[in-house]
């Protein structure tokens, strides 16, 4: 965690609600377009996840609120002041690096200590707090040694403990649990998701910005995702509506695990043929040139009983599918299953019993909600 800065030389007067706007962001390096006009609000104590693929700008953004990287264009605001001219040690602004540094001559407790002694709200503390926050980060015993006497997640988790003792007006955290082992991660995830953010003495609360391409991470952290591609927010929602409303298809692949099937309409045109029509007034806004997106675990499996069986089928609010099983394997407590519903096309599905699926070759029906079907454009 790099420290940038204490509160503005003014911070006798009462702290004002954080309040982070950027306003028509643009970055280039070179002729690569980073970011393109991005727009982005974050609520005082709000904890907003940013979430996209590699290379996609997420740094470069954490960096532009920080003040560490200049943007092209575009306005960044904290509580309605422009940060234009505001350099990155006197915005109340702490970042946790993807590849992030304590200072190398001194022991744990000295780095988090000057943390709390940057702290706007250090005469709030009481206690140890560089001790409490440490245990729970399982680096208690470790205060004593230097960041090059323990391992990669300890100094993970130590420069993740100096972002949160810091108590900033803004947070932010770059891929906060890279090189952190399973075990770990999901304690600090309870952690963060946890952790208070009032920062004492009737200041405002702390936001947070983390940046991820772990799509899972995002839905259990996030008050609010952002989905960022193409150097702009694709959609912003809570977790739920990211989920089950993507509006485009990057979005709908940008979480799920595993990932959603995507049919092209045209094919669930051949798949249905004259059904097709009935398939599409119940899914207003779905055609030829929209994707279906499907769920995994949105699909039911039952044997097929009868000759009728094998032809596709609208029927009770279900589109039903002849299919076969291909293959199924067992993953952290539920069967994840193949079947091929035509020639060429493959779905995937997650139940919890193997029964629902049954040997290779056995001839099914799959069953999917129309009410869990969604389209988007492409
Ligand atoms: N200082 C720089 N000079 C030139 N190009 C840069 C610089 N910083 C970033 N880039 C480029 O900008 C693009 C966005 O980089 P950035 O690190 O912001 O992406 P990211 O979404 O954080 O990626 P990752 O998830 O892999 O960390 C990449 O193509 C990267 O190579």
């Not at 609120?65 to 109340?92: F, T």
């Not at 952002?226 to 809570?238: A, Y």
């Amino acid at each position: 965690m790099t420290d940038v800065g204490p509160v503005p030389p003014n911070s006798a007067q009462p702290v004002p609600a954080s309040y982070l706007t950027l306003r028509g962001i643009r970055k280039s390096f070179g002729r690569e377009c980073v970011l393109d006009g991005l727009n982005l609000d974050v609520s005082e104590g709000e904890y907003l996840v940013v979430l996209g693929p590699s290379g996609c700008g997420k740094s470069t953004l954490l960096q532009i609120i920080a003040g560490l990287v200049r943007p092209d264009s575009g306005d960044v605001k904290l509580a309605s002041r422009s940060l234009d001219r505001v350099s990155p040690k006197d915005r109340d602004v702490s970042i946790l690096f993807q590849d992030d540094r304590l200072y190398p001559h001194w022991n744990l407790r000295k780095n988090l200590e000057l943390a709390c002694d940057r702290s706007p709200v250090k005469k709030h503390q009481s206690g140890d707090p560089v001790l409490e926050l440490a245990q729970r980060l399982n680096i208690g015993g470790l205060l004593q040694r230097r960041p090059d006497e323990i391992s990669g997640g300890q100094l993970r988790r130590a420069a993740l403990a100096k972002a949160l003792l810091r108590q900033p007006a803004v947070c932010l955290l770059d891929e906060p649990f890279a090189a952190i082992d399973t075990m770990m991660r999901e304690d600090l995830i309870s952690l963060l998701a946890d952790f208070p953010r009032e920062r004492g003495g009737g200041c405002s609360q702390t936001s947070v910005v983390h940046v991820t391409h772990d799509g899972e991470e995002a839905m259990r952290l996030a008050d609010r995702i952002v989905v960022l591609g193409g150097g702009r927010v694709l959609q912003s929602g809570t977790p739920d509506d990211i989920y089950r409303k993507p509006q485009s298809l990057d979005v709908a692949k940008a979480i799920g695990t595993p990932p959603a099937n995507m049919i092209a309409g045209n094919q669930v045109r051949a798949m249905l043929a004259d059904r097709y029509d009935q398939l599409v007034q119940a899914l207003p806004g779905c055609h030829d040139s929209s994707t279906f997106i499907v769920r995994p675990e949105h699909i039911r499996l039952a044997l097929q009983t009868d000759v009728s069986d094998r032809d596709g089928d609208i029927c009770d609010g279900q589109w039903r599918l002849a299919a076969t099983v291909l293959s199924s394997r067992f993953v952290a407590g539920r069967w994840l299953a193949s079947i091929s519903v035509d020639a060429d096309r493959e779905l995937v599905l997650t139940v919890s019993s193997p029964l629902e699926i049954g040997p290779a070759g056995r001839h099914v029906i799959a069953h999917v909600s129309l009410a869990d079907i969604v389209c988007v454009p492409g």
